[in-house]
């Protein structure tokens, strides 16, 4: 009897460390506390699916075989995860337990402090003392092994690489914002991309958090006006000739013609994201942890308040046109 009662207390522990590995706090604002919730609106119910399902979807997106949507997020999020973590989840899943409150609660302020902080990407990149090092102009002796951005010797290949990059990105909602470069500059992606890329026109996974209707409730920045907005010219073929705006441009001549009497197209704001700007990475562009090659002496104008995570770039977009 008293072997048994050792062997269920051994088990009970082991269960709980189980447990206590593989908290749960991390997914209870997508999915609520008891997982009664469709994450952003999109996922099942999690609360709903049996043990048996729950493992097969974690398991599914860890080997990036299982999802829609959410498929790049989640992919992130159960990436670290064991077997044994994956189980002990869906145990606690499916005996309503949810989230302790406290951890919820922890992981929730954990998240917001990380949205409130803004990094300046460029601190360390304008640092005067790095210029001044840099600063070829001061030199009295300037080698080869300085120019460039190689900075070794022009004679030799051994020492040329590329800078070892840190994959360690946090996950997406974990993850101080970028100061915008420049007024309007793309905002930088600051979290892991791990499972969201490459990007298609059928598979967009950063509209999961990105979208305006759900992005303030995540955390995320959204998605701005300027990208529901079609700015290219209305263009017809009409009676042998092409029309752009409602101006011939002489195709019919054997050439393009001049288009200079077009000023500005005329704005076409939709309710959906226009997509010539479906592919997100083109500008905004994931940063790697390594030292930049060279030391930055550019200064923004006008990058104050509201200017280093905001925009107001569709009210400017006819600036310089008009």
Known sequence: MTKVIKVMALGSLLAASALYGASTAACAGCHGQHFEKKAMGKSKIVKDMSKADILVALKGYKAGTYGGAMKGLMKGQVA?????????????????????????????????????????????????????????????????????LRKTSLFQEKNVKPAQVKEDRPAPGAAPRFERAYVNAPPMIPHSVEGLLPITKDNNQCLGCHMPDVAKSVGATP????????????????????????????????????????????????????????????????????KTAVANTFKPDGLTGEFKTGSNLVNMMDEGVK
């Open 80 to 148: 670290s995860l064991s077997d044994a973590d994956m189980k002990a989840i869906a145990d606690m899943i499916k005996g309503g337990a949810g989230s302790p409150t406290d951890k919820a609660t922890a992981h929730a302020a954990a998240a917001a402090v990380a949205q409130a902080k803004v990094i300046d990407i460029n601190a360390k990149v304008c640092d005067p003392a790095r210029i001044k090092k840099e600063d070829l102009g001061n030199k009295k002796v300037v080698d080869e092994t300085v120019l460039g």
């Open 223 to 290: 998605i701005p006006p300027s990208h529901f907005t079609n700015y290219r010219p209305t263009t017809v073929l009409k009676n042998g000739e092409l029309v752009k705006e409602g101006h011939k441009i002489g195709i019919a001549k054997g050439d393009m013609g001049n288009v200079g009497d077009i000023k500005l197209a005329k704005v076409k704001k939709l309710n959906h994201l226009y997509q010539g700007r479906f592919n997100c990475s083109q500008c905004h562009a994931p940063q790697a942890n390594v």
